[in-house]
C-alpha cells in the first residue's frame, strides 16, 4: 500500500489521521509522521524511515 507524502504540513487534520510530510524538519531518508488529535491536545510528530517505492510525493490543498 502506497503512502501519500506531502510537500507541507496540513492545517485540518482529524483526530488520529496520520499524514506524512517531506520537509527539512527531518534528516534526510526520514519524513516527518503528523497524527491528528482530539481538541485541546497538541498533534504528535515523529521523524520516520519510509521507503521510496511505498511513498508518492504530492502537495496538500487547503
Known amino acids: 500500500m502506497a503512502?501519500?507524502?506531502?510537500?507541507?504540513?496540513?492545517?485540518w487534520?482529524?483526530?488520529?489521521?496520520?499524514a506524512f510530510v517531506q520537509d527539512a524538519s527531518c534528516p534526510a531518508?526520514?519524513?516527518l509522521k503528523i497524527t491528528g488529535a482530539i481538541r485541546g491536545?497538541?498533534?504528535k510528530k515523529?521523524?520516520?524511515a519510509l521507503a521510496a517505492?511505498?511513498?508518492?510525493?504530492?502537495?496538500a490543498t487547503p
Open 46 to 48: 515523529a521523524c520516520v
Open 41 to 43: 491536545l497538541h498533534r
Open 53 to 59: 517505492e511505498q511513498a508518492s510525493l504530492v502537495e
Open 3 to 11: 503512502q501519500t507524502i506531502l510537500k507541507s504540513e496540513p492545517l
Open 29 to 31: 531518508g526520514k519524513v
Open 13 to 18: 487534520l482529524a483526530p488520529y489521521e496520520v
